[in-house]
């Protein structure tokens, strides 16, 4: 498969702490997308880094991408209950983007 | 609009009938994809369309699947013969180009197959 893997599959912390979600995929990428999706609506783009990039700031979301390990990850600095939603990755190669499985995030208020 | 749109959002059919779910992409927006969720799991694509090339079928799960994109605007998803496993979200997405823009995702139609 394709498919981009996260880790962990659901995440638990106190609000204010920070969340750190994990991205691995198979293939060559053009580059790496991450979505939120809260329940019951569609995705939500979020940060996009291209394959020759390493790291990427936006607001309160930090991304990383290791090519050379094929992984990235997202990190949500002080947790808000309202980024309570899942995490997906998406690898684009090509005119395709394929998606993982998600990382499930809850945060306490 | 100001984003993606699908319609229905909820469908309950019976086993052996056909469905049609409809997307609305953003206006001006080339490329189009189809995407299916079932409980819990990621995202499975299904077929994508962008400009007037010929569409990228190679996700569909059977020949009881098929879509179309007329004008290269609306999208309708057709599912024939209903089977229970295709019981799932199936969620319409487009962009502005293809590969390196983010996809712009509706809310998703949710169909129950009893």
């Known amino acids: 498969s394709q498919q981009g893997e996260e880790d962990p599959q659901a995440l638990s912390i106190q609000e204010g702490e920070n969340a750190t979600m994990n991205c691995s995929y198979k293939t060559s990428i053009n580059n790496l997308q991450w979505y939120r999706q809260n329940s019951g609506r569609g995705l939500v783009h979020l940060i996009l880094i291209r394959s020759n990039e390493r790291e990427k700031h936006s607001g309160r979301l930090r991304v990383t991408l290791d090519t050379s390990k094929k992984s990235s990850s997202l990190l949500i600095t002080a947790s808000r209950a309202a980024d309570t939603a899942s995490y997906f990755c998406a690898t684009g190669t090509g005119n395709q983007f394929y998606f993982g499985t998600g990382t499930s995030l809850t945060v306490i208020p | 609009g100001a984003g993606v749109s699908q319609s229905p959002s909820n469908k309950v059919t019976e086993k052996g009938k056909d469905v049609e779910l409809r997307c609305d992409p953003i206006?001006?927006?080339?490329?189009l994809y189809w995407y299916r969720q079932s409980l819990g799991q990621g995202l499975e694509f299904l077929i994508y369309f962008q400009g007037n090339s010929a569409p990228d079928k190679s996700g569909l799960p059977s020949d009881r699947f098929s879509a179309e994109r007329t004008g290269g605007s609306v999208s309708t998803l057709t599912i024939q013969r209903t089977q229970q496993e295709d019981s799932a979200v199936y969620l319409c997405?487009?962009?502005?180009?293809?590969?390196?823009?983010?996809?712009?995702f509706g809310n998703g139609t949710r169909l129950t197959v009893t």
């Open positions: 206006s001006g927006h080339t490329a």
């Open positions: 997405a487009s962009s502005l180009d293809t590969g390196s823009t983010p996809l712009h």
